[in-house]
Structure formats: C-alpha cells, structure tokens
C-alpha cells in the first residue's frame, strides 16, 4: 500500500500583498517630530528640539529604506492527499525575499486539523515559513486561511496583512485492521488467489499424473519419477478471482466526531471498515465494486482491481458527505449488480432503507451478508432520561430489523475487525456446496 502522498497533487495558492504603506507608528514620528520643532522654535525651548531629533532621524530613516519592490506571497501545501494522522507542511514564501523585511504569516484554526505550533502564527526567515498541520478525520477540507504581513525595518512601512486564497487537502480513510481466512464466494476470474474446484494453473495442490506435452518442467515431481521410471508431475486446482460488491450506508453519521483519536461515529466505522475490506479483498486480485446510498456528488465508481482501484476507492470513502441526499432509495446504487458478486452491505441498520435494500438483494438470489457498524459506545447509559429511552425504542425497532434478516437468511454479522466474516463466509461456501432441490 502506498503512502498517503504517493501519486498526488499539491495546493498551491498565491497572492499579491499589495502595496506598501506607512505604519500609525511611522505618522505618529513624523507628526510629533515636526510638532516638537515647530513648538521649540516658536518658544525657544531647546530641549523640544532635543526630543524631535530621535522622531525625525527614525522618520527619515524609515522613509529612504522602505521596501520599493511589489511582494507576491504563496501557500503550498507538501502532500495535497493523506491518510487519517498524517502530519504535512504549510509552505508560505514570499518573492522577491526581502531579507531586511520582518514577516509574519498565519494560519487559522478550522476543525480536524491541527497546527504546529499551536498558535499557528509562524515569523517569516528570509521570506519562508513553515506550518505543520496534522490531519485527524477523513473527508475533504480546507487547511485554514493563510495571512501574510511584512513591514520595513524600524516599523515605518507595512504591506497586508493578506490573506492567501484557501488550501484544500484530502484525508483518506485509514482502513481498519481486517483480514479474513475464509475464502470469497463465487470465484469465476482466472487471475485471483481464490481455489477452484478445476485443475488448472495455481497454487495449490491437486494430485500427481503422468508427464503430457504442454506441461512444464517445473512441474516434474522426480522422487516419483525416479521410483515408476516415467515422467510424473504435480498438477494444482487454478486459482480464481471473485467479485466484491459494497454497498455503504451515508444516511447518518451517529455519534459524536472525535476524530482519529476519538471514539468513532457510526459512518467512521462504516468507512474505514469498507477501506479495509477493500484493502483485503483487492490484495488478493479480486474484483470490487463500491457504491453509496445517502451521500450526494460522490463518484461513480466501477469495477475494478490492484492497487490503483483501491485508490480511487478510498478517495471515493473520503468524499462522502452524510445525508446529503435523504430522498435516495438506493434503486440506482444496486441496479446492474452481477449475480454472482458477494453483497457486502455496511451499514449501522438504522435507516430502514438499507434493510429494504438488503431483502430487494436477496430476493434477487444474490449472495448477501449485513456487516452491522453500530458502534457500541452510542448505547453507554446517558444522564438524560428521554435520550435514552429514545435509544431503547429505536433498538428495539432495529433488534426487529435485524431478525427479519436473519429470517430471510441474510446473515447479519457486527463489524469486530479482523475474522469479522470468517465463520460467514464459511457458511456460504459450503451452503453453495450442498446439494439442492430441482424441478424436473
């Protein structure tokens, strides 16, 4: 798996800082210095002369050395993609550097993302600064504005503070831990990792037969060649790539958002569980297919497998928006599905239509399974009487949701990481290897 940079763009924004001009502290010199010198002359106190020569000189000497030169100043943010955690740099230069200048640049605090230092203000060293900033949830956001200052030495001339257009940074998801034993069902490709009931050209092991032409001679088993005194080689079982279906519930986002340090809403749990389902299943070179219901303006994504689909999935995760789309029935979302791809519905059964969407699959003949992303923090006793006798209501109703599944045989299992489908998956090989009844 790539680093969250690898492969990606970076934000830059730039701006003019406009022209230079004169600071309160640079009038206030020139006023009090020509007052003091009007003052002293009209009384013939020369001590008022005394106190205008420092105001003058500071005056005259900020005016012949103010900067001249129009200054364009520009943010860049390091690594524009990144994993939930991550940390990059806010690079903010100033051209033409003026060394004798003194700057400041500054970027505002916005949620999920934090700032190192804290204060987010930085000084400017020969034109460069640098802001660390840590992204804690996944999505896309602006960084935080970035306003620039500089002023001429002695304080007497200053430019902005200006701020520079808004840097935008995407946060994938960091797919949780997963793995699973259990082989996918319905395996039919020629390029995955998945055993075959055909012998073929694979991994694992079949039997031993006599030498044919075409076989390779890598195959050659020679203990037994040796003992029969004829060419005998090992034949394997193919292997097959399988086809993965995700549909991913963005109706709700339950709980509250704590971010990657936190405790998890319910879509944080859907989605990172997704990314590592994805991360697992195109490891071993099967197809995938992701699609969401409940979300607005996300991506259409098809099939697809290796490295470079798991990429676009998980950018696909991170632009989901919850509810934004209420009136979605999912109808689109499972319309073209093939019939032998493994129905993977990740959803904290909360929104009625995501159950319907799981029974509209199954009756279709489809192998479904429920990965339940309810997160168990949610149900904790609340000091408010009502909150939680609203959540020993809704529970119940969805207690009913879920054995009406089960009875339909949509098996229902709760998203616990790794080995969460283990014993499933197992379960749905071998009731595919059963015999059945047929109409004759």
């Not at 500089?150 to 946060?171: C, H, I, K, M, Q």
């Not at 699959?361 to 992303?373: Q, Y």
């Not at 949610?378 to 119940?396: F, G, H, K, Q, V």
Request: charged share 20%.
């Amino acid at each position: 798996m790539p680093s969250g940079g690898a492969g990606t763009g970076v934000g830059t924004g730039g701006r003019s800082l406009g022209s230079w001009a004169p600071t309160a502290a640079h009038q206030r010199a020139i006023v009090l210095a020509s007052a003091f010198a009007v003052v002293g002359v009209l009384s013939r106190h020369a001590d008022l002369l005394v106190l205008a020569t420092p105001l003058a000189v500071a005056a005259l000497w900020g005016h012949v050395t103010r900067p001249r030169a129009d200054v364009r100043a520009s943010a860049h943010v390091q690594l524009a993609t990144l994993r939930e955690g991550e940390a990059t740099n806010v690079l903010v230069t100033t051209e033409p550097a003026l060394h004798e200048a003194h700057g400041v640049a500054m970027l505002a605090s916005v949620p999920w993302v934090e700032r190192k230092p804290s204060s987010g203000i930085v000084p400017l060293d020969d034109g460069r600064a640098v802001v660390a900033i840590r992204s804690t949830r996944w999505g896309r956001r602006r960084v935080g504005t970035v306003s620039v200052v500089l002023s001429s030495p002695w304080g007497a001339f200053r430019v902005g503070p200006t701020d520079l257009p808004d840097l935008e940074v995407g946060t994938l998801p960091l797919p949780a831990l997963f793995d699973a034993n259990a082989p996918t069902p319905h395996p039919r490709g020629v390029v995955g990792l998945n055993r075959s009931n055909r012998p073929g050209s694979g991994t694992e092991f079949n039997t031993i037969r006599r030498f044919q032409p075409g076989d390779r001679l890598r195959r050659i088993h020679w203990p037994v060649s040796m003992r029969t005194g004829t060419l005998h080689v090992t034949s394997t079982f193919t292997d097959e790539d399988a086809h993965v279906f995700l549909l991913v519930d963005a109706f709700s986002d339950l709980g509250r958002r704590e971010g990657v340090d936190g405790r998890p809403t319910s879509l944080d749990v859907t989605v990172r569980a997704a990314g590592a389902m994805s991360e697992h299943f195109l490891s071993g070179n099967d197809r995938l297919t992701l699609r969401t219901v409940g979300a607005a303006k996300v991506p259409t994504l098809g099939v697809g497998s290796g490295i470079n689909h798991l990429r676009r999935v998980l950018e696909t995760l991170a632009s989901i928006s919850p509810a934004t789309e209420r009136r979605d029935t999912g109808e689109s979302a499972i319309r073209g599905v093939d019939a032998n791809a493994l129905c993977l519905v990740l959803s904290p059964l909360v929104d009625p239509t995501m159950v319907m969407l799981a029974h509209t699959l199954a009756s279709r003949g489809m192998t479904v399974v429920v990965v339940d992303t309810f997160p168990e923090h949610l149900t904790d006793p609340s000091t408010n009487p009502y909150e939680s006798l609203a959540w020993r209501i809704r529970l119940l109703q969805r207690e009913a949701q879920v054995q009406g599944l089960q009875m339909r045989g949509v098996p229902v299992v709760a998203w616990r990481g790794p080995g969460s489908l283990d014993q499933v998956l197992r379960d749905i090989a071998r009731r595919a290897r059963a015999p059945r009844m047929a109409r004759r």
